[in-house]
């Protein structure tokens, strides 16, 4: 055999070999969170379900604590075949994906049961389409409950006061832009940043739910959380999309059902940990404000739709349905 055929047949066989044991290896699933986090039991019920169903052809392991790189970086790894799936918040995702975006806009969501109302019909539907153009199949939306301020000296009770103090928020310019209007400075920066921020000073406060508030001990460092729920943002359970594509009907038929029992039980798990982390934080010393008048947070951000609608005006449309679905 000459050296041409010869390189022909070993790149033939190693084709044949990487198709025939796709499904056999185990997939690698990223995962922010630390290990008794609710999204994380929420990846475990999945990687083990899929297997017992699929009597072992399809195995994945999850990589909790962001072990496999930040969220970004993530992204782009599922996305590109890198990474096998993973849970990604609507936030740093909507950088990526414009039709999720709309759920980074400040408010949008009424209430958490609102949210899962919009996700789980045919407005969720329509964002799944969206996700898969940028390479990711989505197999179900957790809950990641409503996020808040919270501050090193002093509650937000309104708007004034934020005035020129710094806040952590995720990488999303929805996010600087709102932070902006309440009168504060926005801070991206990674998560794992964020606690010695405080600590030190660098940033005067962050924004984010009661579980990751507590798991990450940011409370530590921050006595004074205000209750505004400003964002509701879904997270995605999501699949690379060439990978999902490659596995028989039945298979993925099987990953959409174990999916959505995945979500059903993260959701239960979120709502008892949410109970729990607030009781730990309050115990701990946190003060928590109830913000019952929303109406003047809400009212500075419409600069912040004029704008995002400005620049996605093709989203005009899906923007109203998830405020009509609400009604």
Known sequence: MTPKRTLLATALLAVAFSAGTAEAREWRGWNIHPPEYPVSTG???FAEEIEKRSNGELTAKVFHSGVLGDQPDAIEQVREGA?????FNFGPLGAVAPSVNITSLPFIFKDVPSMHKVMDGPIGDEMAEGLREIG???LGYFDSGARSFYNREKLIQTPADMQG??????????Y????AQLG???TPMPYADVFQALQ???IDGAENNFPSFESSGHYEAAKFYSNTQHLILPECLCINKELFDSLSEEQQTMLKEVGQEATAFQREEWAKRE??????VVAAGVEVVEIEDKAPFQELMQPVYDAFLAANPDLTELVEKVQAAQE
């Open 165 to 174: 103090e710094k806040y952590r928020v995720m990488n999303n310019d929805l």
């Open 200 to 202: 030190t000073g660098v």
């Open 83 to 87: 990474l096998d799936w993973a849970v």
């Open 176 to 179: 600087v832009q709102m932070v």
């Open 136 to 138: 990711l199949e989505p």
């Open 43 to 45: 990846m475990e019920y």
């Open 184 to 186: 504060g400075n926005a």
């Open 275 to 280: 109970e729990a982390s607030k009781e730990k």
